[in-house]
């Protein structure tokens, strides 16, 4: 674990989902380039592709640090504005979870689930004790953050 706070120097991942700050061999703060690394996960999802790719290194190191990507044009304009404030070259202005949750796009794919029934998180899976405790044990996991 580590402190929210601080920043890392460690640069890990592949390539392709790398945040620019960390390809730069900037300190960086975890959770925005988790967040970045996210939002090429989510490109990937909703375009069937990922949005930065080369067979050379360093052009697609050079893709990355200029947010070289194109958005399809059968993306909704709520899509694509959600993928560019994910995928902002700079940290500080980049979203973070509760911007993310509250956007445009996920407030409508949140409402529509709901009204089919569809909301996940809300139910509860029952899991015996034995291997819950199993898990909590062997993922190092906080019993207070977990039902």
């Given at each position: 674990m580590y402190d929210t706070g601080a920043t890392l120097k460690t640069a890990c991942?592949?390539?392709c989902y790398a945040a620019p700050e960390m390809i730069a061999g900037k300190r960086y703060h975890g959770l925005r380039t988790?967040?970045?690394?996210?939002?090429?996960?989510?490109?990937?999802?909703?375009?069937?592709y990922l949005p930065f790719e080369d067979p050379k290194t360093s052009?697609?190191?050079?893709?990355i640090m200029g947010a070289e990507y194109t958005l399809p044009k059968f993306l909704s304009g709520q899509c694509k504005?959600?993928?560019?404030?994910?995928?902002?070259?700079?940290?500080?202005?980049r979203y973070g979870v509760n911007d993310i949750r509250n956007h445009t796009w996920s407030l409508q794919v949140q409402?529509?689930?709901?009204?089919?029934?569809?909301?996940?998180?809300?139910e509860k899976m029952p899991v015996e004790d034995k291997l819950f405790n199993r898990l909590l044990e062997e993922y190092n996991f906080d019993r207070k953050y977990a039902q």
């Open positions: 991942g592949s390539p988790d967040i970045w690394s996210s939002g090429v996960v989510f490109y990937a999802m909703v375009c069937g052009n697609l190191y050079k893709k504005d959600l993928i560019r404030r994910i995928l902002n070259t700079d940290p500080e202005q409402d529509r689930n709901r009204d089919q029934g569809q909301f996940p998180g809300k």
